[in-house]
């Protein structure tokens, strides 16, 4: 089967830093992303990573783990504007995309 | 605005009737997905098109559910004889077709409420 798991919610300060962890098991790995979704809208894509390592993009960083089935979503210097969800996919293969639950982040003042 | 629009925004019906949706993507994207979100739940994806051509749909999905991209522009998606459970935002997202592209641009979604 295939299966992403990521925390339901999460809770942090203003101005703080915030890492959103997402492991996977599924049945082949042709990438993974992280989108942002705020609530009533559509998502948004953050990130894409399909080889180990860290990719930096501003105040947002993703790391991925192909060998742990593990990655995850930093973001620095947080803002009230990030509180949102925030939403771990892969492909395992072909052209489905698998979408994790998604981890609600409360950014408190 | 991502530039992928959906029509209508909001579908409010009775059980056992049927429903469609329209999607249009960006005009340059010939990749195309249609998803399916709960509250609380990541999008769900239902089926993927790659210019007119249907190329993977999800085993989860009844004979109920059917969808198209006549001409590879706009698609349509449709729910035959509705139920309950059919309740969600149905969202579509399209990716460019040139070179090596992954980001999927989402429109803002038709949120369906079977009553």
């Known amino acids: 089967g295939q299966n992403i798991d990521q925390p339901t919610e999460m809770t942090a300060t203003e101005g703080a830093i915030v890492q959103i962890n997402c492991t996977y098991q599924?049945?082949?790995?042709?990438?993974l992303f992280w989108y942002q979704q705020h609530a009533g809208e559509a998502p948004t894509f953050l990130s894409y990573n399909v080889l180990d390592g860290l990719e930096e993009k501003g105040r947002f960083s993703s790391f991925l783990s192909r060998s742990k089935g593990y990655s995850y979503l930093l973001l620095k210097e947080l803002q009230m504007k990030d509180s949102a969800s925030y939403l771990c996919?892969?492909?395992?293969?072909?052209?489905?995309?698998?979408f994790g639950a998604g981890t609600r982040l409360f950014v408190k003042a | 605005d991502t530039g992928v629009s959906q029509d209508p925004r909001h579908k409010i019906t009775k059980r056992g009737q049927n429903v469609t949706f329209r999607c249009d993507p960006i005009?340059?994207?010939?990749?195309l997905y249609w998803y399916r979100q709960t509250l609380g739940q990541g999008p769900e994806f239902l089926t993927y098109f790659q210019n007119e051509a249907q190329l993977e749909k999800s085993r989860l999905l009844s004979d109920r559910f059917s969808a198209e991209r006549p001409k590879g522009s706009f698609s349509t998606l449709e729910i035959q004889r509705t139920e309950q459970g059919d309740s969600a935002m149905y969202l579509c997202?399209?990716?460019?077709?040139?070179?090596?592209?992954?980001?999927?641009?989402f429109g803002p979604g038709t949120r369906l409420t079977v009553t």
């Open positions: 005009s340059e994207h010939n990749r």
């Open positions: 996919a892969v492909r395992p293969g072909g052209f489905k995309t698998i």
């Open positions: 599924t049945s082949g790995f042709n990438g």
């Open positions: 997202a399209s990716i460019p077709g040139q070179g090596v592209s992954y980001e999927q641009y």
